[in-house]
């Protein structure tokens, strides 16, 4: 049976990480915005989606990352994005989203950003 | 090295007729891609017409259809010498082109909205995307023209 | 680590509308293996029923019609709780099951024939393949049980 | 534009090689059967059709090959073929093709099966 995606979630260094593998689009954005839910829930704010596994995203997904923006950013944390394929990099341009969120090129340099003094995005 | 290759012009169009499902949409993308790289566009834009068509069927399977299942809809794809065309048809509900929202980005996350990206890909990606009634049916049209 | 999944079960129907032109053939192969694919056969399967439906278009473009573009033929793609259904729909000639040829592979080389391939291969990859004819169409179906 | 195959050859030790690039289907056939064609005008009867970018084979391509390989091994040649995928692979052996053709893992193993007292297929 193909999953189309799932969401596995870790903590490190008070980081929440979530790995979004296969598509984000109207069919599976419901999983994503359940674990996006439950981080907020459990009150963390400091978000890592690495999207190494990330193969497209559509509007829905994208939708689902800023309706809940506000709420992180509002409570001191962030979410960032960490290796974003060429398809998907390209969306976040195309939409300015780019200017809006910090991208970096993998996960450790995402983590590591959070850290007191953690240095810009690249 | 010797060399022969195969090598594809413009097509006369092809129709994928798809359930009122979000299940089906990834079956949309992947067609519209193929067909893209088929058509010459590299592989990002591609990807990108794709989004477009994965985004105007989505709107049908949820605002059209009111995300029912058991109706379908017709993506008919074109590929003429100067432009890559995408029909999406559907026996829904109406689209008012004037009612479509316009996106503020600036102002988009504080506003908390979820809607109105996908319309606002669209026209991003596409050169055109023109919505009319034909026949009782909603037709919205992708063009992308040719480098 | 914590996870949450989509997956999916049997669908409704797909329809791919497809011209007679053998430049379309990947297009339906491709499909036709996605389709398999999220009905759960393992990526050899899905490849073989995609080639399976590649030589009933194949056959339809060549034998029902002649070569001829300008005509067209339905892929319908059926994912059944217990069979995966693929139904390949042409307007051409009619095909006489009984006049199908039989390979015998070890007098084949030696025969110096080139064709009978197709069907004996249809006949290697799906449980049952089966002609008839409806509304004055030819109807290839092919099926697969369900492991 | 995309390529939907392409057929190089070169030819090693006499023999020559064949090197489908794409897919081999009734829209493809053509071509290929063009380079066969030419190979035996070319009294070349020491074929190889090295697989390794060909990533599936349907029956008119398997047929070009059935219809040849009486006039190749007629005079003394014959033809081999080396790394298939397991899609390939697995075509020829539904077709108990792998009773019919030597199959090598690789071009090299191939080529080497033409000298005196090339080993058997593995
Ligand atoms: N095919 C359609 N039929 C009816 N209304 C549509 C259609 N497409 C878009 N709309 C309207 O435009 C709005 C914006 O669409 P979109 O940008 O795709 O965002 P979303 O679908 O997430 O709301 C929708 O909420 C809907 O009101
Ligand atoms: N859809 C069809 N319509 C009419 N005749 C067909 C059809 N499919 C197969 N046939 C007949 O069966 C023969 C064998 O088909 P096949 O095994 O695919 O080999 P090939 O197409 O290479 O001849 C064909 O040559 C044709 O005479």
């Known amino acids: ?22 598509f984000l689009n109207a069919h599976t954005v419901r999983v994503f915005e359940g674990e996006l839910q439950r981080t907020l829930q459990d009150q963390r704010f400091k978000i890592v989606v690495d999207c190494s596994g990330l ?18 950013r509002g409570n001191g944390g962030d979410l960032r994005l960490a290796s974003l394929n060429e398809t998907v990099r390209n969306i976040f341009e195309i939409l300015g989203f780019n200017h809006l969120y910090r991208i970096f090129p993998s996960e450790a340099e995402a983590i590591l950003s959070f850290r007191p003094g ?3 995005a690249s | ?18 359930p009122s499902e979000t299940a ?3 079956v949309v993308r992947d067609l519209t891609r193929k067909m893209a790289e088929t058509a010459g566009f590299d592989a990002t834009t591609a990807a990108n017409l794709a989004l477009a068509v994965d985004e105007a069927a989505s709107n049908v399977i949820e605002h059209a259809y009111h995300g029912k299942p058991g109706r379908s809809f017709d993506v008919r794809i074109d590929d003429r010498p100067k432009e890559f065309r995408v029909e999406v048809v559907d026996g829904g509900d109406m689209v008012d082109p004037q009612r479509l929202p316009r996106v503020d980005l600036e102002r988009y996350a504080s506003e908390r909205r979820k809607g109105g990206l996908g319309v606002h890909l669209m026209g991003k990606i596409m050169d055109s995307v023109t919505y009319r009634r034909s026949a009782r049916k909603n037709v919205c049209c992708l063009v992308k023209r040719k480098a």
């Open chain 2, 24 to 26: 089906f949409l990834v």
């Open chain 2, 1 to 18: 090295m010797a060399g022969r290759s195969v090598s594809r012009g413009a097509k006369p169009s092809l129709v994928l007729h798809v």
């Open chain 1, 55 to 72: 193969s497209y995203i559509a509007s829905a997904g994208l939708g689902a990352i800023m309706g809940s923006i506000e709420e992180i």
């Open chain 1, 118 to 120: 953690g240095g810009p």
């Open chain 1, 1 to 22: 049976m193909t999953s189309d995606l799932t969401v596995d979630t870790r903590d490190v260094e008070g980081v929440r990480l979530l790995y979004p593998r296969g």
